[in-house]
């Protein structure tokens, strides 16, 4: 066998049903990511002797002779100085990447385009799915667009320093995702853990089910195998898999491995083996005696008197949930004003209940942890090994306490520390993987890694909450929102992890947008026999967003008014109480500063621009069969979650006169480090390259509660913002000392520090002073989360919908967005876009899907469609002029509520666009089109007032 | 995936060879896609590998064309470019470039797979069924003891993930028989995402001495065929009652792909637009109703994307320049 590997020949043979991307991998290519494993999302792209392959689904056997590209050979072949292939190159300019999952086989498939495959980028790139960046940025990078002016002009560079505020700082990391060199959870060369074990997970087939008993023997005679766990090895502490700062949030409800199943696809045993062979192997040979039980699958059937109680052996009082024998994991009933009298008062009344679907994340790299021993140097007062766990993983602190609770650690006996995560959006705030390779690893004293397959994400990790809202509004023709009440049932799933949390948050902001005077809500979150619903980017909003801005829609519809005049004469505006289901507002929210109004603007202008370059170009009339409409939508988001998030930061001037930043938070593509250099270096009068930034590691600072809720720029940013000022404050009065200059006369530069105009002093020099007089110059930060500002989107589509066939198109798509002092405009940008495609694809697209039995069936990619570049237009992104007293030099959060107001902009549109309200996600064309037949059916039979007549026009 | 329970690779197109827990193995695809748990109650112990049989991917004839099993995809889609049968008056071969474009995987896959291996695998929605369907292919199977017989591909595939195969059966080709290349065609596909899975696929073909013939995929679990004799074609109303007639309610696919109304109404549309573009029936304005992608205004041609793509300016219909500003 002679497989050559980027010009080496391979050690070793492949087995024979190996395929080609684990044997690259094991020759140490890890650059060749797994996303799917099945041929659908294109991480894995290598060339075998010069032609694009999936190498997931290339035998390779079959490679024999030939010769294999991976990314790190990419560059070789091309002689140009840098050592990077052009494509390379392109995509470092254009920043084409976020997590940089995708990125390698993205480039490994766009360097063997011709031309003619360039040109027709949505069917070349079909095959590569990104779910961070919105495919822009990536076709700027293949098409090597040249920089609109905006770009050149955010990247002049002034004062010398490149990488302050405002400045389009490309990610540190850019280089070696490039280069498929960035070390991801498992890319872990094998001698850096001698004697990996691997684990794989037996999951229940059924949804609900006792286990009578567990016979393992079959399994442990399998050579390779070297443990079977099951309940019986677990610690009996519950806990819950959501991560929060206060572990009280969630509902104690979870085991590690528990006797009883209560979804298909929960853990029941797992095994560790000296192969994945061997585990999988000895997965399929463990028999389980199960008593089956009859599952309660929806929330319907979980209310209904005599449902059996899926937690029921739970103390309401001890695990912290609100009614275990009614299956309620949590509720909330709220009356402000009167909303009976509202909705006496109204002209116009909507009624109708909306319902959002299960959506998975998709995040490119699937969840993964490596757990290993090592011995505690003075580690604590009960000394033995630490437990260090390597994972995917939003929040590392989190986990630590969390995995020192469930296994009766000290918290300085744990360590969790991440490589670059490959993406998140909510799905790696839980503890899903950890807990068990720390179980294995403790029992065995050995490196243990599992790694999730794409089936496992989608059956057995989390989703969005299915929420159903039954809706009834009111407004009078003046133009006011009179009445909005709200009975909300909220799909916990098996488990209550975060939907407490999401409940409420989901409750609040999209309630307190509006100024009314009678707002009623009653949600309640049930448990069913169902894979767990989690956190996904909006944290609940994004569903209540859904259903109230396709009411407020229909409201203005029904009293003939503009929408958007309508929002904008009913939305808060500073001074206004922001409520939702308290009649006091949140003590600590505050309007930091307000662009909601210049939102409103920028997308009603862009509209009408839209409509004025389509009038121009003559495709304002797409035939016969199609109808156009537009639709617009508003969300509003608090910058920081409630009850605390803290952030710690280290800052140190090095002896080289550069600096170090230690952060907790995780970078998963979100763009914070890229931010913390950039607030560091504004602070301190540098260039952000010549900031260097460590993070995601429990060692490096005290505490971080993670990269959730939108925190990384606002929290932990702010406690790097306050790190650097204090310590561009000491390095000031350093060189005073050594200049007897006056502290105030001295000014931080790129590499110096000038005194009096004149005397310039290096900051290595500066360390080397200060030094010698026993004085570090370093700094910390810590921030709170605490007060909290608000930040807006407003979202606005142009659409086109083909009657006869329900094909829907995108005809423009603009989003302002209220970021506050936007500390990188290209990141942010690139934030909304990820947003606003990944909202696309929650709105047209995606939906995890039950069967009867309760087991998921959309379980690989082919079955739950993610957008592709085909799928995705390109948007407008205007950010509002706004300036934030509360967020670090006046930034505010902007990575999850881009996605917030996306599907009501768009159900809207399509309302505008057919006259048909569409009240369930997803709006697939099939369900557009028998929306439509539907509509032509009962007008047909005369009894088509069932929706309040359009009156009035679209915005312009 | 890796097959771990795979214990070996045998290079052998002879039916003789094969055993309980062997498979097939063209492009592997399909096989390394699900997993050597996905084909059966126990897993795959081996692989028979195809890849070395020697077989031509491609064998023009005068009567016709001869796809070996092993054809790959990115081969059948350079056929209709290569001198082999330009000039040959196959205006059949037009369809081969839509088929291939309606995979949902990229470019990159059809480097590997093939033909054979989509028709065995036998998804409603597979392009080679569709194509090879509708241009009147026949399967030729060698069975264990080396005798072969001819199936129509219409006919092989049975059902969603079924087929006429038995265990051990080995596809090795499908003819395609020159009277249809040399038909007249129409093709029409939609999806629920852009360039996404197919939910509705169908090829027509108008032969002077043969009829109309038409061929759904996609939206049924299996081909159905419709043919109407030349001398009495089809009017809106016949062919919607035929299509009605051939294709009972339960017969159309229920997935994620698609809603069995929507491809059912879906089914009628699409048959009416294929009936009326090659009976030469045009609308007032003189254009063909053409919906979905893959198939231009003219029903001649590849129209590679029929969806706009709003990801470059330059190629966007309708969509706006890209625009970030901060309002001063």
């Known amino acids: ?956 | 995936m890796d097959l771990n329970t795979i214990e070996a690779v045998v290079p052998t197109a002879d039916p003789a060879d094969f055993r309980d827990g062997d498979a097939w193995l063209a492009g592997g695809t399909v096989l390394f896609s699900y997993g050597s748990y996905a084909f059966g109650p126990r897993p795959l112990r081996r692989l028979l590998d195809l890849s070395r049989a020697g077989w031509p991917a491609v064998t023009v004839h005068d009567d016709g064309l001869e796809l070996a099993a092993t054809c790959t995809i990115a081969e059948l889609y350079a056929l209709p470019g290569s001198p082999a049968v330009t000039g040959r008056g196959w205006p059949g071969l037009e369809l081969i470039r839509p088929c291939c474009d309606s995979f949902v995987a990229s470019f990159k896959i059809w480097n590997v797979s093939t033909v054979g291996g989509n028709i065995c695998t036998s998804l409603p929605a597979g392009p080679m069924t569709s194509l090879c369907a509708g241009l009147d292919a026949v399967a030729t199977v060698i069975g264990a003891g080396g005798a072969t017989r001819t199936v129509p591909v219409a006919e092989l595939v049975t059902g969603d993930g079924t087929n006429a195969l038995a265990p051990g059966e080995l596809l090795r080709s499908v003819r395609i028989p020159a009277s249809a290349l040399a038909s007249r065609v129409a093709f029409r596909r939609l999806s629920l995402s852009n360039l996404g899975r197919s939910g509705v696929l169908l090829i027509g073909r108008l032969d002077p001495r043969d009829g109309l013939a038409l061929t759904v995929t996609a939206s049924t679990k299996r081909p159905v065929r419709l043919s109407f004799p030349a001398d009495s074609p089809p009017d809106a109303e016949r062919l919607a009652a035929a299509v009605g007639q051939s294709i009972p309610a339960e017969l159309y696919h229920d997935d994620q792909h698609g809603l069995p109304a929507w491809r059912r109404d879906m089914t009628g549309r699409l048959a009416e637009e294929i009936r009326a573009e090659l009976l030469g029936e045009r609308r007032p304005d003189g254009s063909v109703a053409v919906s979905g992608d893959f198939w231009d205004g003219a029903g001649r041609g590849h129209a590679v994307s029929a969806q706009p793509s709003t990801q470059r300016p330059g190629a966007s219909r309708g969509a706006a320049d890209p625009s970030q500003r901060k309002e001063a």
Request: charged share 20%; glycine share 10%; with cysteine.
């Open chain 1, 1 to 956: 066998m002679a497989i050559e590997i980027n010009g080496t020949p391979a050690a070793g043979e492949p087995r024979p049903g190996q395929c080609l991307r684990t044997f690259v991998r094991e020759q140490g290519n890890f650059g060749v990511k797994k996303g799917c494993d099945a041929g659908d999302c294109g991480a894995c792209t290598v060339h075998v002797d010069g032609t694009p392959v999936h190498s997931c689904l290339f035998p390779a056997v079959r490679a024999d002779g030939t010769a294999v590209t991976t990314i790190e050979g990419l560059g070789a072949a091309t002689d140009n100085g840098d050592g990077l292939h052009p494509v390379q190159e392109q995509f470092l300019a254009e920043q084409g990447f976020q997590c940089g999952f995708c990125t390698a086989g993205m480039m490994m498939t766009a360097s063997a385009l011709d031309e003619e495959q360039k040109a027709n980028l949505p069917r070349s790139l079909k095959g590569n799915l990104c779910r961070c960046t919105g495919y822009r940025s990536i076709a700027d990078a293949v098409g090597a667009e040249p920089h609109g002016a905006a770009d050149e002009a955010a990247e002049s560079v002034r004062d010398g320093c490149p990488g302050r505020l405002g400045d389009d700082v490309p990610a540190p990391a850019g280089n070696a995702v490039v280069t498929g060199a960035a070390r991801y959870t498992l890319d872990v060369p094998p001698e850096e853990l001698p004697g990996l074990l691997h684990l794989k997970v037996l999951r229940s087939a059924h949804a609900r089910a006792r286990i009578r008993s567990i016979d393992a023997s079959a399994a442990l005679a399998i050579p390779g195998v070297v443990a079977v766990l099951t309940h019986e090895d677990a610690p009996a502490q519950l806990f819950s898999t959501a991560q929060h700062e206060i572990h009280t949030d969630d509902p104690d409800d979870t085991r590690v491995l528990d006797d009883v199943v209560r979804f298909a696809g929960q853990r029941v045993a797992a095994v560790v083996a000296e192969s994945v062979a061997a585990a999988e192997a000895g997965a399929r040979a463990v028999v389980v005696d199960y008593e089956l039980l009859e599952p309660v699958l929806t929330p319907g059937d979980a209310l209904r008197p005599g449902a059996p109680a899926i937690h029921g052996d739970k103390d309401a009082e001890a695990s912290r949930i609100a009614r275990p024998e009614r299956n309620v994991v949590a509720e909330v009933h709220s009356e402000l004003g009167d909303v009976d009298a509202g909705l006496a008062a109204a002209d116009v009344i909507h009624e109708k209940t909306y319902r959002t679907q299960r959506v998975q994340h998709v995040a490119l790299e699937t969840h993964a942890a490596i757990a290993w021993l090592e011995p505690a140097s003075g580690a604590g007062p009960d000394g033995g090994d630490r437990l260090v766990v390597r994972s995917s993983t939003q929040v590392p602190f989190l986990a630590k306490r969390t995995l020192a609770r469930i296994f009766g650690l000290s918290e300085e006996r744990v360590r969790v520390l991440t490589g670059r995560v490959g993406g998140g959006f909510g799905g790696k705030q839980e503890v899903l993987t950890e807990d068990l390779v720390a179980l294995a690893a403790l029992k065995l004293g050995r490196p243990v890694q599992l790694e999730l397959t794409r089936t496992e994400q989608f059956a057995a990790t989390t989703t969005r909450h299915p929420f159903e809202i039954r809706l009834k509004a009111g407004a009078s023709r003046d133009g006011s929102l009179t009445a909005l009440q709200l009975d909300v049932t909220t799909d916990a799933g098996a488990y209550g992890n975060h939907s407490p949390g999401v409940m409420f948050h989901g409750c609040g902001e999209s309630l307190a947008v509006y100024n009314c005077a009678n707002k009623r809500v009653d949600a309640q979150a049930v448990y069913t026999n169902t894979v767990p619903s989690g956190a996904f980017r909006g944290y609940g909003l994004s569903q209540m967003i859904f259903a109230i801005e396709s009411a407020v829609d229909e409201l203005a519809a029904g009293i003939g008014m503009d929408p958007l005049e309508f929002r904008a004469r009913n939305m808060v505006r500073p001074g206004d109480d922001m409520l939702s289901t308290q009649p006091e507002p949140e003590e600590d929210v505050r309007y930091g500063s307000y662009g909601l109004d210049q939102c409103i603007s920028l997308v009603r202008d862009a509209l009408g621009r839209g409509a004025e370059r389509l009038r121009a170009a003559g495709l304002d009339d797409l035939g016969p069969e199609w109808v156009a409409g537009t639709g617009t939508a508003l969300s509003m988001i608090d910058t920081v979650p409630p009850r605390g998030h803290y952030s710690h930061t280290r800052l140190r001037l090095r002896p080289d006169g550069g600096y170090d930043a230690a952060v907790g938070t995780a970078e998963f593509g979100n763009g914070t480090t890229t931010v913390h250099a950039q607030l560091a270096a504004t602070a301190l009068g540098t260039a952000a390259s010549r900031v260097a930034v460590r993070q995601s590691d429990t060692d490096l600072v005290d505490h971080d509660t993670g990269a959730f809720g939108s925190t990384g720029t606002v929290v932990a940013g702010q406690a790097t913002l306050l790190a650097a000022q204090e310590l561009a404050r000491r390095i000031r009065a350093a060189a005073a000392a050594v200049n007897g200059a006056a502290e105030e006369d001295c000014v931080l530069e790129a590499d110096a520090v000038v005194c009096a105009g004149t005397r310039r002093l290096p900051l290595a020099e500066v360390y080397d002073a200060a030094a010698r007089l026993g004085v570090d110059l370093a700094a910390e930060g810590r921030w709170g989360g605490t007060p909290r500002s608000v930040a807006f989107n407003v979202h606005g589509f142009r659409v086109a919908v083909n009657t006869g066939t329900g094909e829907l198109r995108i005809l423009q798509s603009v989003q302002a967005a209220d970021a506050g002092v936007v500390v990188n405009p290209r990141q942010c940008r690139g934030q909304i876009e990820g947003g606003i495609a990944q909202a696309l694809g929650a709105a047209l697209y995606e939906e995890v899907r039950i069967d009867d039995a309760g087991r998921v069936t959309t379980d690989i990619l082919r079955q739950y469609h993610v957008p592709s570049f085909a799928d995705v237009p390109r948007s407008e992104v205007c950010f509002a002029d706004t300036n934030d007293e509360l967020g670090p030099l006046g930034a505010k959060s902007m990575s999850e509520s881009p996605f917030n107001p996306v599907a009501p902009a768009l159900a809207n549109a399509i309302r505008n666009a057919t006259g048909v309200r569409f009240g369930e996600l997803p709006i697939a064309r099939d369900r557009i089109y028998l929306g439509l037949k539907e509509k032509a059916a009962a007008e047909a039979h005369g009894n088509a007032a069932t929706e309040p007549a359009r009156a009035g026009q679209p915005s312009r």
